[in-house]
């Protein structure tokens, strides 16, 4: 549309030139239909434009996530990684679940219960940090830090028999065993639990720690996934509700800091955070969906989302 619109133009100044050429008398016909083009190239600028502000992006650069989705291949859930997920919009197996919304200018990610991966019910597209693209193993610690900010709105969201909204989570700190760890405790996969969780729950961001069941466990006994339960949860008093909301996370030493909204602050420390440093971490983000309900799905929208380190 664009090229004819541009092919358009030529061809009228085209004509302003030969007619312009051709006339000598004041308010002759031929000025007054050359009048009648300079008023037709303004519309015609005008549609350019309207076409151009049409197209509305996310701001999000993905070198450096990859992507788990509700769907199988050989028993596990399917993973697309960079390069491959800079190209969603055009990537068959990702578009029914990863999407711009070129009107609001987001992301879109969508799930329901399907696949799922290992330690889980429940199924996600949700994006996963790579700090080295392509590759699991370079991940970062609370000392060495970390923040990821987003902006996030819910689209859709299914509710459950009871007519209350099914709940999802949209950021994650995510635990990981080094490879020695991995081999130490017998495991046959780098899993760890998450650390935090960020969710969205009728309308309002809960955010849900990790704490230790005994404070007395071994160097060992720590890294098993079973030697942790959740801890302290905080909900917001502010209620997003569908509407657009910012949260920022702020990993240092011993501290979590969870903002929302660039207003309202919480911040986790103590004991459980402090020993929890002997895990690897990274970020996730998306639509990890909380519920095996047949009829269940969610569609998020990310406007921006970016990690620093």
């Known amino acids: 549309m664009r090229r004819?619109?541009?092919?358009k133009i030529i061809f009228t100044l085209f004509l302003i030139v030969v007619l312009g050429s051709c006339s000598t008398d004041e308010n002759t016909p031929e000025e007054l239909e050359l009048d009648e083009v300079q008023?037709?190239?303004?519309?015609?600028?005008?549609?350019?434009?309207?076409?151009?502000?049409?197209?509305n992006l996310p701001e999000i650069d993905l070198g450096n996530w990859k992507v788990t989705l509700p769907i199988e291949t050989n028993?596990?859930?399917?993973?697309?990684?960079?390069?491959?997920?800079?190209?969603y919009a055009t990537n068959e197996v990702l578009k029914p679940f990863m999407y711009n919304d070129s009107i609001n200018g987001a992301l879109v990610f969508y799930t329901y219960p399907g696949a799922t991966t290992t330690n889980s019910s429940y199924s996600r597209t949700e994006l996963r940090e790579q700090m080295d693209p392509g590759s699991n193993a370079?991940?970062?610690?609370?000392?060495?830090?970390?923040?990821?900010?987003?902006?996030?709105?819910l689209d859709?969201?299914?509710?459950?028999?009871?007519?209350?909204?099914?709940?999802?989570?949209?950021m994650q700190i995510h635990g990981r065993l080094t490879n020695d760890q991995r081999d130490l405790i017998g495991e046959n996969d780098n899993n760890a639990p998450p650390m935090l969780k960020i969710y969205w729950q009728d309308g309002y961001v809960r955010a849900v720690t990790k704490a230790l069941k005994d404070l007395n466990v071994t160097d060992t006994e720590i890294l098993f996934t079973d030697a942790w339960e959740d801890g302290e949860s905080y909900i917001f008093p502010e209620k997003v509700d569908l509407e657009k909301f910012t949260v920022e996370i702020k990993v240092s030493e011993g501290r979590i800091e969870v903002i929302l909204n660039e207003d309202t602050s919480k911040t986790f420390e103590g004991v459980h955070i402090e020993k929890w440093d002997v895990f690897e971490n990274y970020f996730k983000a998306g639509n990890y969906l909380q519920t095996t309900d047949s009829e269940a799905f969610a569609k998020?929208?990310?406007y921006d989302l970016v990690v620093e380190h």
């Open 39 to 55: 008023e037709d190239i303004v519309e015609e600028e005008e549609v350019i434009e309207d076409v151009d502000e049409s197209v």
């Open 75 to 87: 028993g596990k859930p399917i993973e697309v990684e960079p390069p491959e997920i800079l190209n």
């Open 156 to 170: 859709e969201i299914s509710r459950d028999q009871d007519d209350d909204y099914h709940r999802t989570m949209v």
């Open 138 to 153: 370079t991940n970062w610690t609370f000392k060495q830090g970390g923040n990821m900010k987003g902006t996030i709105s």
């Open 4 to 7: 004819e619109i541009s092919l």
């Open 300 to 302: 998020v929208r990310f």
